[in-house]
C-alpha cells in the first residue's frame, strides 16, 4: 500500500515522466513477520510510446522509517513493462529490488518476470 503525492516532470505526445513522494508500508504476511514495515517512498517513472509498442520504466525508493525488527528492508525496486498488442494487452514486465543494506539476509535481491494477456473487448 503506497499514497503520495505526484508531479508531472515532462509531458510529450510519445510520453512523460513523472516523480513521485509519499509513505507505504508492507503487511507482514508479504515479509514473513507479524510487523507492519512503513516507508518514506520516492520514484521517478517514464512511460514511452513507439508505433508498435509502449514502455514504462520505474525506478523506486523505499526507506525504512519504522523500527528495525530484524532486518532493514530499505531498497530500491524497478519496474519495466511492454505493452506489446493493444488487441491483445499484453504486458511483459520485470521487477527487481536491491537492498540498501548488505547484511540484509532476508532476500537477496528478488528479480520477479511477469506476463499478463487480456484479450480486449472479450466479454463486452
Not at 22 to 40: C, H, N, P, R, V
Not at 84 to 97: A, F, K, M, P, Q
Amino acid at each position: 500500500f503506497n499514497q503520495g503525492l505526484g508531479a508531472l516532470i515532462k509531458n510529450e505526445i510519445q510520453g512523460n515522466i513523472t516523480s513521485e513522494i509519499g509513505w507505504a508500508y508492507d503487511k507482514s504476511d508479504f515479509i514473513e513477520s507479524d510487523e507492519k514495515t512503513t516507508y518514506l517512498k520516492s520514484a521517478i517513472t517514464i512511460d514511452r510510446d513507439f508505433s508498435k509498442f509502449k514502455t514504462k520504466a520505474e525506478l523506486e525508493y523505499y526507506h525504512q522509517i519504522s523500527e528495525v525488527v530484524l532486518f532493514n528492508l530499505s531498497r530500491f525496486q524497478t519496474i519495466v513493462e511492454f505493452l506489446i498488442n493493444e488487441n491483445w494487452s499484453t504486458v511483459l514486465g520485470i521487477d527487481r529490488e536491491v537492498y540498501t543494506e548488505s547484511s540484509n539476509r532476508f532476500r537477496i535481491d528478488p528479480t520477479t518476470i511477469y506476463i499478463s494477456i487480456n484479450r480486449k473487448g472479450l466479454l463486452n
